[in-house]
């Protein structure tokens, strides 16, 4: 067992995404806070991208296994519901890691407003670059793809089919 | 740092014992969230409510898992799936929270101490414990249809849940807020392919048409508040449904309208039948399918 005092914030930050394993959950905006309790416990917050994101349960057990393995005996992870996850949250590296894992990074989310939320009838305005060979001339082939986060599109300049995580 | 598979990292943080899927509990999807009930509020009715609007999800989830390899085409299937798992996602918190408030029915007869509760509500409740509406049972006939149905029941469920960001009960609020962005994108998805159908062929208009002759009469129910709603949205709590019905009515005619079909007249208005575990022949069939495996194997690990 090692006597250097690791600060677990450096820990928890290297745990990735079990679906966009380019990612690490600090990057992806999951990962909320890191803090050690007065009785030593590492408590972790983190928070579901989507509502029925099925990836929860693994990235709660990477983070306790992660934990575990750098000599901290008690760790809790909790969740937190709000506010809501955003694709604002990804950081600037994180958008890199994803174009550069071929998938395309999600434009600006949304404004949230209250009250009713208006009907979009029109094609999906969202526009996102060729992650492979960076032309902007791309169309959307599906608002929905392998996972909840991510729309299907294809380049019409290389013909290549991308993901792109949709804004929310 | 990491593991060769998640499953190996799932096996040792549940110290090796290889259980990590249904009825071990491992993923309480509220953990760490502060369920108490605020003050002034029933927990039953709390709970009550919750199972409703948890209902609505699980059940239409259900049905559109129906649609899973036999969509008319891949993309499509992928998003019928991807609304249905957020719809399941949405299911699990509300029952998580129905049985935090202390709601459990006689669901406990049948699941064992190690089934948490959202799974107990959800494989080990009789069909009259159910409290959906109609609109969400009932088959879901063919592809117009189901995305008919799919435009009703997501704009009626975001109109409630865009109040319910206001909900005095956090976690509800909280739950409500994640939803907006999902059922907006699943409302704007199935109103897109509601315009194609309906201002498309004749064959796609008359099943189109045939659709919304189907699911209409089903909207009779949705806008008479239970007691638990109207005692729940006098304590700021829930939201009277009766406040959403202009809201959900103008979508579906503009809808409608700009898809060049025909809107039948509104249905006469009653309570709902389905809230108070009323339900057609066709809820036993989908529980049975739902609920098999689990009744089946009450302590299965896989």
Not at chain 1, 24 to 30: E, I, M, N, P
Not at chain 2, 57 to 68: D, F, G, I, K, S
Not at chain 2, 244 to 264: D, K, Q, S
Request: charged share 25%; proline share 7%.
């Amino acid at each position: 067992m090692s006597t250097v005092v690791t600060d677990p914030r450096d820990v928890a930050e290297t745990v990735t995404d079990p679906e966009l394993p380019m990612l690490t959950l600090a990057d992806l905006g999951v990962l909320r806070e890191v803090r050690t309790a007065d009785d030593g416990t590492v408590v972790v917050t983190i928070t579901p991208t989507y509502s029925g994101c099925p990836a929860m349960g693994v990235m709660r057990a990477d983070l306790v296994h992660a934990l575990h393995r750098a000599g901290f005996a008690d760790v809790d992870v909790r969740t937190v519901l709000s506010p809501p996850w955003s694709t604002d949250w990804i950081s600037e590296d994180g958008r890199r890691k994803l174009a550069e894992g071929g998938i395309a990074p999600p434009g600006h989310a949304p404004v949230r407003t209250a009250g009713p939320v208006p009907l979009s009838l029109g094609p999906t305005r969202r526009t996102a670059s060729c992650p492979l060979c960076g032309s902007a001339d791309t169309e959307e082939l599906s608002e929905f793809s392998g996972t909840a986060c991510k729309a299907l599109r294809r380049c019409r300049t290389c013909r290549e089919p991308f993901e792109h995580v949709k804004e929310i | 740092m990491h593991e060769e598979t998640v499953y190996d990292a799932l096996d040792t943080a549940h110290g090796g014992e290889g259980q990590w899927a249904f009825g071990t509990g491992f993923d309480d999807p509220l953990a760490g969230v502060d369920t108490t009930v605020p003050d002034g509020v029933e927990p039953a009715d709390l709970g009550a409510y919750c199972l409703m609007l948890g209902d609505d999800a699980l059940v239409l989830c259900q049905r559109l898992t129906e649609w899973a390899t036999r969509a008319p085409e891949l993309e499509e299937e992928v998003a019928i799936a991807n609304c249905g798992l957020d719809l399941l996602g949405q299911a699990r918190l509300l029952l998580a929270r129905a049985g935090s408030a202390g709601v459990l029915g006689r669901s406990r007869r049948h699941a064992t101490d190690s089934i948490p509760d959202e799974d107990a509500l959800a494989y080990f409740r009789d069909p009259d414990e159910f409290v959906h509406h109609h609109l969400v049972e009932a088959d879901g006939g063919d592809f117009a249809q189901t995305m008919v149905r799919l435009l009703v029941a997501s704009t009626f469920r975001l109109a409630l849940f865009a109040q319910l960001r206001e909900s005095r009960d956090p976690v509800l609020s909280a739950i409500a807020a994640k939803g907006v962005p999902e059922l907006t994108y699943h409302r704007d998805h199935a109103a897109r392919w509601v315009l194609r159908l309906g201002d498309g062929t004749s064959e796609s208009h008359r099943r189109a048409q045939a659709g919304v002759e189907a699911v209409w009469p089903l909207l009779a129910d949705l806008f008479t508040a239970t007691e638990v709603e109207t005692r729940l949205t006098a304590a700021g709590v829930a939201v009277d449904p009766a406040g959403v019905r202009e809201e959900v009515r103008g979508v579906l005619t503009t809808v409608l309208e700009r898809a060049t079909l025909t809107v039948p007249a509104w249905p006469a208005e009653r309570p709902s039948p389905g809230r108070a575990g009323e339900h057609t022949g066709e809820l036993a069939p989908l529980l049975a399918t739902l609920q098999g495996l689990a009744r089946e194997h009450p302590a299965a690990t896989w």
